[in-house]
């Protein structure tokens, strides 16, 4: 089984913090769709007939397209590669994309999970940080879609935005259990360079939370969690029973993946290849039957930190047998003896043969990855 991403780059305004690749140039929406249609052709023989599981929209904001273009992108998609396999459908959506007719429509396509990035209910927040929304519209937006029979919502939450305290983001999960979503991502602000956001921050027009601060708003986002009975799958993302992301564990287990659009990776076991961040640059090779792209060819010792990489982010961790079939003994060996000083501290626990972290690890697990990684 595998999984496509498709990289729908349109959004209305950008958002403060954000760097991932988008535009604002709407009129390029058709030529793109049709640009995304032919690649879907071209790369017809990467996953080697491999059956879909998941298909994801990600942006970008995926709520900028239309009936037409998503009718044309599924018929494309179904052709191609054909969707009777596909478990899981996501659309990521932005809240004020969600009117009533925009989620009835949305209701009469395959998509079957709605993401949809909030990021607070903080108010004076919002307008910081360059949302559209309101908190109250974002609650109905949510609410809209439940009514329409959409039965698997997450949506996405930040903590340690310029000067939130413990309380303030306890009321943001608490207003988030109250929608009664299936699913939760939650993520602590990064300052990418280049953003507004860090703009600000260079210029000290706003702070930073304190590390003792974001170690605070951590833990409470996996005590709250565990009281909503949410489950702590992945250290990011939290799901009631039976509602994990697919198509985000795919990612962590080395399921192969085929991306589409501008800036979108693809992945096969063996390399992973990723579009150039560009539209129109992207466009334009396609439209000449060519891609702009570039590759690499994983060594062992990339898919081994990898493989800790991802893999250890989960609740699951990994089997250490499985690192000796996938890499060899001596892989094996080096990643126990690397391991042992936290299996000491009590940061990793090592049972069955499978190594995880513990929750009290979960609070460095940056530091422990990176130190069990090849260098």
């Known amino acids: 089984m595998a999984g496509i991403y498709i990289h729908v780059p349109f ?17 390029l ?26 298909l994801y929209f990600g942006g970008g904001t995926p709520s900028q397209l239309g009936m037409d273009d998503f009718k044309k992108l599924f018929a494309c998609l179904e052709d191609i590669y054909g969707l ?18 925009y989620v009835q429509m949305l209701s009469s396509l395959p998509f079957n999970r709605i993401s949809m990035g909030i990021q607070t209910f903080h108010e004076p927040t919002l307008q910081l940080i360059g949302r559209r929304h309101t908190a109250s519209e974002a609650i109905e937006a ?6 329409h029979g959409f039965k698997n919502i997450s949506i996405d939450l930040i903590y340690g935005l310029p000067g939130e ?7 943001d999960l608490q ?20 953003t507004r956001l860090w703009q600000m921050l260079q210029l000290k027009e706003i702070a930073q939370v304190s590390e003792d601060t974001s ?8 005590d709250e969690m565990q009281q909503a009975a949410f489950e702590h799958y992945e250290i990011s993302n939290f799901a009631r029973p039976g509602y994990r992301s697919r198509h985000n564990s795919a990612y962590w287990h080395e399921v192969p993946y085929l991306g589409f659009g501008p800036g979108a990776h693809s992945f ?47 609740c699951e961790g990994f089997n250490l047998n499985d690192v000796k079939q996938k890499f060899g003994k001596p892989y094996h060996d080096y990643c126990l003896h690397l391991a042992s000083p936290y299996l000491h501290q009590g940061l990793l626990e090592h049972k069955k043969d499978a190594l995880k972290l513990t929750p009290k690890g979960i609070f460095v697990s940056d530091d422990i990855i990176s130190d069990l990684m090849r260098v």
Not at 11 to 26: E, G, H, I, Q
Not at 142 to 147: D, E, I, P, Y
């Open 11 to 27: 959004c209305k305004t950008r958002c403060a913090y954000c760097d991932f690749y988008s535009t604002t140039l709407k009129e």
């Open 268 to 314: 096969n076991g063996k390399s992973r290849e990723w579009n150039v961040a560009s539209l129109a640059n992207y466009m334009l090779a396609i439209e000449h039957g060519l891609r702009d792209f570039e590759q690499e060819e994983l060594d062992i010792d990339t898919r081994y930190n990898e493989f800790v990489m991802t893999r250890l982010r989960t």
């Open 175 to 194: 207003t988030a259990f109250s929608l009664d979503v299936q699913h939760i991502s939650a993520y602590h602000l990064t300052y990418e360079e280049g």
């Open 29 to 54: 929406k058709p030529r793109y769709v049709e640009a995304v249609c032919q690649e879907l052709a071209m790369r017809s023989d990467y996953l080697h007939g491999e059956p879909i599981r998941t």
């Open 84 to 101: 009777d396999t596909c478990e899981e459908t996501t659309l990521e959506a932005n809240p004020d994309d969600l009117t009533e007719d």
């Open 215 to 222: 170690v605070e708003l951590f833990r409470m986002l996996c």
């Open 142 to 147: 949510v609410r809209r879609c439940q009514r």
């Open 165 to 171: 305290t413990p309380e303030q983001w306890k009321q």
